[in-house]
């Protein structure tokens, strides 16, 4: 299957749940990083910058998703020119500037990160603006080429060229991606139990966290999945899992709304976004078992529910 941004956003950083979310289990002490004993400011640092990246690669996949719908319609167009609907209704992409009231920037790793950290991040950082750059020269090239008609002389060979390249360039692009949310996973999980730890909604804020890596680690044993029916016992089991978790922490009580007005109906929102995504995955499963195979549509369907859940625990957190 060939990947499109959408699903490669998928493919490299789906394990890490974004904004406030990444997961281990308290009982994984020994993995805890240096920074689980920092100070409550240097904790709120980190995550503070944690939220600062995240926001930064949630604008560029915004962007991204974008570009990845027009190259589509592109490729069909430059394969049949001559119809004279190939071109029309395609906007450009634009890429908007999120508000962030932090005075930390991508580019510049706060001091409560150890030195190497620091160096780690800015060089990513650098590799993932950098990528974006061309990325976004390299499509006004194609914007140009299809405004001016150049299609014609050349029989779209040029056009279709600089879609590859915009395709290769994402797959660099979403490795930087991935080196930044993957060692924010770890970081930031550490630093944010230092400062939820005397959270009185911690327990509710923990049980949602596990919830979405676990749909996001079901969801990265779907893309991965070369041979449905080689691998159909191990993904049936892995949903079964998921079910058993949505069950368990749909039974908690709810938040108390005396003390927490709003609460209790953001965390019934919350498992009932979870349980919308269980049903997708069953009609997927169910799919896939009749096919032999899993359809790209089923899996972006997926990568929406799961966003949605996103959408929902940042409700509760707010």
């Not at 950098?130 to 040029?158: H, P, Q």
């Not at 930031?188 to 939820?196: H, K, N, S, T, Y």
């Not at 680690?217 to 016992?233: M, P, Q, S, Y």
Request: net charge neutral.
């Amino acid at each position: 299957m060939k990947l499109t941004i959408k699903l490669l956003v998928l493919a490299v950083a789906i394990s890490f749940t974004a904004c406030k979310s990444g997961d281990k289990k308290e009982s994984d002490s020994k993995e805890k990083t240096e920074y689980a004993e920092a100070d409550n400011d240097d904790a709120n640092q980190i995550v503070e910058y944690n939220n600062v990246l995240v926001s930064l690669t949630d604008q560029n996949n915004a962007y991204l998703k974008r570009v990845d719908e027009n190259l589509q319609k592109l490729a069909k167009g430059l394969a049949n020119p001559n119809d004279r609907f190939a071109f029309i209704g395609i906007v450009s992409p634009y890429a908007s500037s999120s508000i962030s009231h932090s005075q930390l920037k991508p580019e510049t790793p706060p001091s409560a990160l150890s030195s190497d950290d620091q160096k780690y991040f800015k060089e990513n950082v650098t590799g993932l603006n950098g990528t974006l750059a061309k990325i976004k020269d390299t499509y006004k090239a194609l914007n140009d080429y299809i405004k001016a008609e150049d299609w014609k002389d050349d029989k779209s060979a040029k056009g279709n060229k600089l879609i590859d390249s915009i395709y290769s360039m994402s797959k660099t692009y979403y490795k930087y991606d991935e080196n930044l949310l993957a060692k924010l996973e770890v970081i930031g999980d550490d630093a944010e139990r230092i400062v939820l730890k005397t959270h009185p909604l911690k327990e509710y804020i923990f049980a949602m966290k596990d919830d979405r890596k676990a749909v996001g680690d079901f969801n990265k044993l779907i893309i991965e999945t070369k041979n449905f029916k080689a691998e159909e016992g191990k993904i049936k089991s892995a949903y079964e899992t998921l079910v058993a978790q949505n069950t368990k922490h749909t039974e908690m009580a709810a938040p108390d709304a005396t003390k927490f007005p709003s609460k209790d109906g953001s965390f019934k929102n919350f498992n009932e976004s979870f349980k919308d995504y269980l049903i997708e995955a069953k009609k997927t499963i169910r799919d896939a078992s009749a096919s032999g195979k899993l359809a790209e549509s089923d899996l972006e369907d997926l990568i929406r529910k799961h966003d949605y859940m996103r959408t929902t625990y940042n409700y509760f957190v707010d």
